[in-house]
Structures are given as C-alpha cells and as structure tokens.
C-alpha cells in the first residue's frame, strides 16, 4: 500500500516560475526522501531530510517537514525544462522496526513549459 | 565509477512463464533493493538483501523470490507470470540496509507479460 500521498497529481508551470509539491504520510518515520524520474527510468535522489530537520536545502531544492501534521513539501526554485519529470516522496517506517524499505507515494508530474 | 546496472533492458514475456531479472549494485554497496513499479504508481518495495541474507520482504506472493551472489549482484525471480506482473522492476543498492542511507537507483527493467 502507498504510504504518501502527492499533491497535486500533475503540476504544470512555465520556466522561470516555482513548484511546490507536497506529500502527506501516515505513520511515523525516521527519515523522508524525494525522489525524481524522468520518463519511467530510474529513480535520482534528490534529498533526505530526517524526523527531527525541519527545513532543508540543497541547490535550487527546498523541503520542509512537519511530524506533526505527517506532511512534507518539495519546493523548487526558477524551474527550468529539464525539471520535467515525476517526482516522488519516499518515507521509512518506524513501526515495527521496517527501516529498511522505503514506501513510496503515486508521485506528482511536473511539466515545465519553455 | 559506473551506477546501478539491471539487465535486460525490455522483456516480454507469456502468461505462466518464468522471468529472471538481474542487478549489479555499484562498486562497495552490500545492500540491493528490489521494486516493482506498476504504470501510473510510485514504486512498491519487493525484497532486500544485505551481505547475502535476505532483510526484508514486501507484500508479494510466493512466486516472486530474489536471491544475492557472494560479489552482491542480485537476481529477482518471478514463477507463473500473470498479466499483472507487467511493470517496471527497479533494483537500488546503498551501502547499508538501514533507510537512512541513500538508495541509488538503476534504470529499471520492463517486463510486459502477454
């Protein structure tokens, strides 16, 4: 069963602009990744952010996490084209010791517009 | 260094046929991920192995198996193909089993089942 949920399931912007993406979970977890593939390939890794980091940063990306609200956003800065991909969150679990497999949501499709 | 590898590339297969899927994990990593990845849905976890031994299992009937070599390539088995098995099979592999430590994905093997 998917754990996280993406919003929106499709997001289409125009180059230049910013694109947040935001993903809810259910259950508790250690840590929380974001994950990106282009046209049903493999899957890059963006960024891992941990239960107790907030916010998070890494080039043009932006992820914040709330444990309370079991949510988390992807934010991406001046998209370009080449941003156009499905993007995924991946969270572990905390319940029953599962910290070895990562559970995926239906990810959101990001179209950039040049 | 070269990435994940999975071979074949594209494969289709019968109904009630056998598929052998495989998986070279880059150069150091012990821990090999397996996940299918239905058309429209986030990947959904398979196996792990680490240091040959199985870690985890996901919800997947018995006719899938997965075994890892001694040099921690990997193979995913799959008996009495049905028509829902036809997915893209990802293989990811990190240094460690733990979920904490980023998992790097290969390109992924698409298996159509007729």
């Known amino acids: 069963s998917q754990q996280g949920e993406e919003d929106p399931q499709a997001l289409s912007i125009q180059e230049g602009e910013n694109a947040t993406m935001n993903c809810s979970y259910k259950?508790?977890?250690?840590?929380l990744q974001w994950y990106r593939q282009n046209s049903g390939r493999g899957l890059v890794h963006l960024i891992l952010?941990?239960?107790?980091?907030r916010e998070k940063h890494s080039g043009r990306l932006r992820v914040t996490l709330d444990t309370s609200k079991k949510s988390s956003s992807l934010l991406i800065t001046a998209s370009r084209a080449a941003d156009t991909a499905s993007y995924f969150c991946a969270t572990d679990g905390l319940s029953g010791g599962s910290n070895y497999k990562l559970t995926f949501g239906k990810g959101t499709l990001l179209t950039v517009n040049p | 260094d070269a990435g994940v590898t999975q071979s074949p590339t594209h494969l289709i297969k019968t109904r009630g046929q056998h598929v052998t899927l495989r998986c070279s994990p880059i150069?150091?990593?012990?821990?090999v991920s397996w996940y299918q990845q239905v058309l429209g849905q986030g990947p959904q976890f398979i196996f792990q192995y680490y240091e040959k031994e199985e870690r985890g299992r996901g919800n997947f009937p018995d006719r899938f198996s997965a075994r890892q070599f001694p040099n921690y390539s990997s193979e995913l088995n799959v008996n009495a193909l049905l028509l829902g098995d036809s997915a893209l099979y990802l293989c990811?592999?990190?240094?460690?089993?733990?979920?904490?430590?980023?998992?790097?994905f290969g390109p992924g093997t698409r298996l159509t089942v007729t």
């Open positions: 952010i941990r239960s107790n980091e």
């Open positions: 259950t508790s977890i250690n840590n």
């Open positions: 150069s150091g990593h012990k821990s």
């Open positions: 990811a592999s990190s240094l460690h089993p733990d979920s904490s430590y980023e998992q790097y």
